[in-house]
């Protein structure tokens, strides 16, 4: 058996806007020469801005959309001309609401992918019910899934994608625009079928989740691979630099203002969270910053609520890649 | 290879059967009985209505005024057979279950007639009302009819029908959604079929477009069967149905194939 279960070569794929008559006018790089692996077993996750190429790898890689050029094997099969053996063998879970029956129960959209999947009777029957233990849905199984909320039907979503039990999954997005509960229950869930062997490709959005979940993940902007790395190792890249953080009342755009006219400081950006201003100053020399930060803020009669060091998080390493 | 026949038959019945099952309730928009009540009794009735009054205000003989009540009683399976056959697909692609579908190794072939096996009943039950008003209502003379040819008639127009939604419904793959064009064949069928005055009546070039269309043949076989014409007569019409319906269902699963590919090489699967 090969060591890697994905492997692109030059993968590329150019948009094409054509005008009335089908000439094209303008040609949009959605992926540019994409070259990774992912290894058997391995939880790989692609991050990356919006429009960075994620879905569109994704959707090369699940035989949903063709490359323009280059080449793509999964599970050691051509996404080009084997697609049914490779459909076979995925499981795909799209992020948002939007993909799932809805004026059917959560049983029944199971059942009918089970179907689908030609998975004979005798066996669906034993594993929808499993299935649907596995991703808490146990009791509202009958319910429609117009009823379902947001995180349910996310949760169903990676049912669907199972019903086949495939060796390798691709999850999109597969937490965004959840509540903080139904995001951890879905992380819970991604571990769980890690732990059971099944090879995993992720993309997100959220910097703690790939950190959190992920053996190696690939950087991804403007269609371009920027990094590829485990996740301490993109964080290693940004060694140089410490995150000074202060927590101040009310507005705190003077002070901002003022911390970016000091030496050294490479970023100044700001969070409101309730009543409060977190400012957050990149630098590497993150105690005398923040000493200047403090004589400012006092200066101009901020509040300081708290203040500290830290050290640089996966977002720092992917904010800094992707603004290069 | 006998091994891969087997499973093959075996996964396009399991895909087709689950998609029989499910094609009612999970892709129909109206599916609850008061909107299926609706579009099986007060449907035919409002179309046959106000055909036969436009027939009599234009003066028409006492037997084209019938000839235009059967031929709206059939042509109303349109709603069931070719537009809601052709929203299966655009239906997918609005509630975002298009990809998933696609992503499934199941047989194309299999999904689409299990989808629109059911609406087989939905359009034989609406036409038969319709004939039920003809005679009821409409004074439509069942004395001499073979009832065996016509509800054979009926069947066949109506999976012929289906056929051509099928066609219709592929279209939904690669454009942004197939209701146009269902909507313009709705009343394309009204025109060149045979349903308000004999296609004898058309401009000659406009005439092919009458034998591409299966409800042509449809409405010739229910004619005849109503006129108590012999097996030969009636026949010959339910041959070129099933011909044509054949015809139809094959060009629909070549288009469905051509349209995926070329929706995966532009990109506009999910574009709704």
């Known amino acids: 058996m090969p060591e890697n279960c994905v492997e692109t070569s030059l993968l590329h794929r150019e948009y094409a806007n054509k005008d009335f008559f089908g000439r094209v006018k303008s040609t949009v790089t959605a992926l540019h020469e994409l070259d990774i692996s992912v290894k058997y077993g391995e939880l790989f996750g692609i991050i990356g801005p919006n429009g960075a190429g994620k879905t569109t790898t994704i959707k090369i890689l699940s035989t949903l959309l063709l490359p323009t050029s280059g080449t793509a094997r999964v599970l050691g099969m051509d996404v080009t001309r084997d697609l049914y053996r490779i459909r076979k063998n995925i499981g795909i879970v799209f992020g948002g609401e939007r993909g799932l029956y809805n004026r059917v129960t959560g049983f029944q959209n199971l059942m009918y992918f089970s179907d689908l999947y030609g998975v004979p009777p005798s066996v669906s029957r034993k594993k929808v019910p499993e299935l649907i233990e596995m991703v808490g849905l146990t009791g509202r199984e009958n319910d429609k899934v117009e009823k379902y909320s947001r995180g349910m039907k996310q949760r169903l979503h990676i049912a669907r994608a199972l019903v086949h039990d495939p060796p390798l999954l691709f999850l999109d997005e597969p937490t965004i625009g959840l509540d903080p509960a139904g995001s951890r229950d879905i992380r819970q869930i991604i571990n769980d079928l890690k732990k059971a062997g099944k090879s995993i490709i992720l993309t997100t959005h959220y910097m703690f989740e790939a950190d959190e979940l992920c053996d190696r993940i690939a950087v991804i902007s403007k269609g371009r691979l920027v990094a590829l790395d485990m996740p301490s190792g993109l964080k290693k890249q940004v060694k140089d630099i410490t995150l000074a953080e202060v927590h101040v009342y009310g507005d705190a755009t003077p002070l901002i203002e003022s911390l970016k006219s000091i030496e050294n400081v490479s970023r100044v950006f700001s969070d409101m969270t309730g009543d409060r201003t977190i400012v957050r100053i990149q630098t590497p020399d993150g105690s005398d910053v923040l000493e200047q930060a403090k004589s400012a803020a006092s200066r101009l009669n901020l509040k300081i609520i708290e203040s500290s060091v830290k050290e640089p998080t996966l977002e720092d390493a992917y904010l800094r890649m992707v603004e290069e | ?272």
Do not use: H
């Open chain 2, 1 to 272: 290879m006998e091994l891969n026949i087997r499973r093959a038959l075996f996964e396009g019945y399991r895909a087709l059967i689950g998609s029989l099952r499910f094609g009612s309730r999970g892709t129909i928009i109206w599916d609850s009985w008061d909107m299926w009540l609706l579009e099986i009794i007060i449907l035919p009735l409002a179309q046959i209505s106000f055909f036969e009054i436009l027939a009599t205000y234009a003066n028409y003989s006492p037997a084209m005024v019938q000839y235009v009540v059967i031929g709206n009683a059939i042509q109303t399976m349109s709603f069931s057979s070719v537009f809601a056959v052709a929203n299966i697909t655009s239906s997918d692609k609005w509630q975002g279950t298009l990809p998933s579908i696609l992503l499934t190794p199941a047989s194309r072939a299999s999904i689409i007639m299990g989808r629109a096996l059911y609406q087989i009943i939905m359009s034989t039950l609406i036409s038969t009302t319709g004939l039920l008003y003809a005679y009821f209502l409409f004074g439509v003379n069942f004395s001499s009819a073979n009832y065996l040819f016509l509800a054979v008639s009926l069947l066949l127009t109506s999976i012929s029908m289906i056929s051509f939604g099928l066609l219709i419904s592929t279209i939904g793959l690669y454009m942004r959604t197939a209701m146009i064009v269902a909507n313009v064949f709705l009343f394309i069928g009204l025109l060149v079929c045979g349903v308000n005055f004999p296609i004898s009546e058309l401009p000659v070039w406009l005439r092919p477009l009458s034998y591409v269309i299966p409800l042509t043949y449809g409405l010739d076989a229910v004619r005849l069967s109503i006129a108590g014409a012999g097996f030969y007569a009636v026949g010959i019409y339910l041959l070129y149905l099933v011909i044509d319906g054949l015809a139809v269902f094959s060009m629909a699963l070549l288009l469905t194939k051509t349209f995926e590919r070329l929706a995966r090489k532009s990109g506009r699967l999910e574009i709704y």
